[in-house]
């Protein structure tokens, strides 16, 4: 079992940044591939990005080069760097994670999920 908890949502304006984490529980964290989704409103949940157990990194194309993924097996947590933020990437912002090692940019993959935490950019 792991339960996930998001942080470090806000507001802030375009151009701006904002880092979020996520802090899991459970002893499998170590080994669980990590997403980041966001759902805007009346949109449906969207792939952000992902991170494997051991690092590497897969993004959704509105993000990348803009987004980063991080994560920190020690401190259980995943972090989610977000620079030059646009008033598009307004939603909110979910952490996810698999029991299999291997990652996936589809939220069915997914069998945890945080709470999600608000994102806005204002224009």
């Known amino acids: 079992q792991v339960q996930l908890v998001e942080s470090g949502g806000g507001l802030v304006q375009a151009g701006g940044s904002l880092r979020l984490s996520c802090a899991a529980s459970g002893r499998t964290f170590s080994k669980a591939a990590m997403g980041w989704f966001r759902q805007a409103p009346g949109k449906e949940r969207e792939f952000v990005g992902t991170?494997?157990?051991?690092?590497?990194?897969y993004y959704a194309d509105s993000v990348k080069g803009r987004f980063t993924i991080s994560r920190d097996n020690a401190k259980n947590t995943v972090y989610l760097q977000m620079n030059s933020l646009k008033p598009e990437d307004t939603a909110v912002y979910y952490c996810?994670?698999?029991?299999?090692?291997?990652?996936?940019?589809?939220?069915?993959?997914?069998?945890?999920w945080g709470q999600g935490t608000q994102v806005t950019v204002s224009s």
């Open positions: 991170i494997s157990w051991s690092g590497t990194t």
């Open positions: 996810a994670a698999r029991r299999l090692l291997v990652i996936s940019t589809s939220r069915n993959d997914y069998d945890y």
